[in-house]
């Protein structure tokens, strides 16, 4: 069962998926010019921690809307765990 959206996170993720997305093609335009590559590294580490940011949007809608409604439910609380067990192990590598 699908439940809504938080409007508010959606809002901040779509914002912090523009971000990277321009974040990515300012690194690709680095790259093709040659930049210095420690110039180049920071680049790529602060993407990473923007998508890091995204993530947490990402994890928190999930977590109000399809968690909550999941655990509630004994037929989906399994679910809802081995999901979040799947991201954590994700996440850690």
């Given amino acids: 069962m699908q439940h809504g959206v938080d409007q508010k996170i959606k809002g901040r993720a779509l914002h912090r998926a523009r971000i990277l997305r321009g974040q990515f093609d300012g690194l690709i335009k ?49 679910k809802a765990i081995k999901e979040l067990i799947r991201i954590y192990t994700l996440s850690n590598k």
Avoid: W
């Fill in 30 to 78: 680095a790259i093709e010019k040659e930049v210095y590559c420690p110039t180049l590294l920071e680049q790529s580490l602060s993407i990473q921690r923007s998508l890091k940011s995204l993530d947490g949007f990402l994890l928190e809608n999930h977590l109000r809307s399809h968690v909550k409604h999941q655990m509630q439910s004994k037929s989906e609380d399994q």
